[in-house]
């Protein structure tokens, strides 16, 4: 997306505009944070504060303090000699105060201990609050998916399963247990079933299906997020 890599087929727009590498001004929109760094970093957090700063135009300095101050991050040593943990944390602190309108994360959470994670989600949900703003997050972790997001992509081996608002997703994915058994015709939407339970992933017209076969169920629970991008992954 950010054209750091050949793009091999296919097409996206930013604003309605079709992107292409023949004008690069749409980057000043887009703050990118990749998984990890490539390469030696010759350069301390402040001296990379000193260049990124002047790329954009509502670069925010209080914000950047702020992180800083909150994850705890030396500013003064080399890039490339911090923890891994220290690295993501001055990474994060170069990229969220740019300000822009779209913001790319790749795995942000990777090697951030527990109270960082919870400063990074604090921050990020202000951010979103702050304006007309979106974050696109590639992520393998759940957390982040509930606190964070409005619709989930969801891919399996580079292919597309498709895309689903989260809210619906864990209304849909419920948990049926029967009394007595279950009809040997399959439930719709079931996915999976073990003696008097069985998963769905429409519960209402799972509710339907027993009720027109006046078939009682002591209860129905919706699935964790997690529970239900296993099945989507796994089962489906």
């Not at 909150?70 to 911090?82: R, S």
């Not at 921050?123 to 974050?135: F, Q």
């Not at 619906?168 to 079933?193: A, D, M």
């Not at 008097?196 to 002591?218: S, Y």
């Amino acid at each position: 997306m950010m054209q750091l890599v050949k793009q091999d087929k296919g097409t996206y727009q930013l604003r309605g505009e079709k992107v292409d590498n023949i004008d690069d001004t749409w980057k000043k929109d887009i703050s990118y944070l990749p998984q990890k760094l490539s390469g030696p970093i010759p350069y301390t957090g402040e001296q990379w504060r000193e260049i990124i700063s002047t790329w954009y135009d509502d670069w925010d300095e209080s914000l950047y303090e702020q992180l800083v101050r909150q994850f705890d991050v030396p500013t003064t040593k080399q890039m490339e000699k911090l923890s891994p943990g220290d690295q993501q944390k001055m990474k994060l602190a170069l990229t969220i105060p740019r300000n822009t309108p779209f913001l790319i994360l790749d795995e942000p959470t990777s090697f951030l201990d527990i109270p960082a994670k919870k400063v990074l989600m604090d921050v990020l949900i202000e951010w979103l609050d702050a304006g007309e703003r979106s974050i696109l997050l590639a992520t393998h972790q759940v957390e982040d998916i509930r606190k964070l997001a409005d619709y989930l992509v969801v891919l399996k081996k580079g292919k597309t399963l498709g895309m689903f608002e989260k809210e619906e997703l864990t209304e849909k994915y419920q948990r049926f247990w029967v009394r007595g058994n279950i009809p040997t015709e399959p439930v719709p939407g079931e996915i999976e079933r073990d003696g008097n339970t069985f998963v769905t992933k429409c519960a209402p017209l799972a509710e339907m299906f027993l009720e027109k076969r006046n078939i009682q169920w002591e209860t129905a629970e919706a699935l964790e997020l997690e529970e239900i991008i296993t099945y989507m992954i796994t089962k489906e």
